[in-house]
């Protein structure tokens, strides 16, 4: 199991950023229950533009409601 960097909420979002085999690359794990997705950032994106990819998470997760909401 790959090391844990970081667990957080972003509303009813658990992110769970872990570690991978390459150094400069994270895995990034996120759920709300009902939608899973998970990517890899690099560590300095991780590091540098952390509120932007949080922007992206609870956009894309938003994104999902709607979408499912329309159907």
């Known amino acids: 199991m790959s090391k844990e960097v ?3 909420k972003l509303g009813n979002i658990q ?3 872990t570690e991978t085999d ?3 690359r994270l895995h990034v794990d996120c759920n ?3 939608f899973h997705s998970e ?3 690099r560590r300095y994106e991780f590091d540098n ?3 932007h990819m949080n922007q ?3 956009t894309a997760y938003k994104g999902q409601y709607e979408d499912k ?3």
């Open 39 to 41: 990517f890899t950032v």
């Open 15 to 17: 992110v769970i950023i």
């Open 32 to 34: 709300d229950g009902n």
């Open 22 to 24: 390459d150094p400069n």
């Open 69 to 71: 909401d329309s159907a």
């Open 49 to 51: 533009y952390k509120r």
């Open 6 to 8: 970081e667990s957080y």
């Open 56 to 58: 992206k998470i609870t």
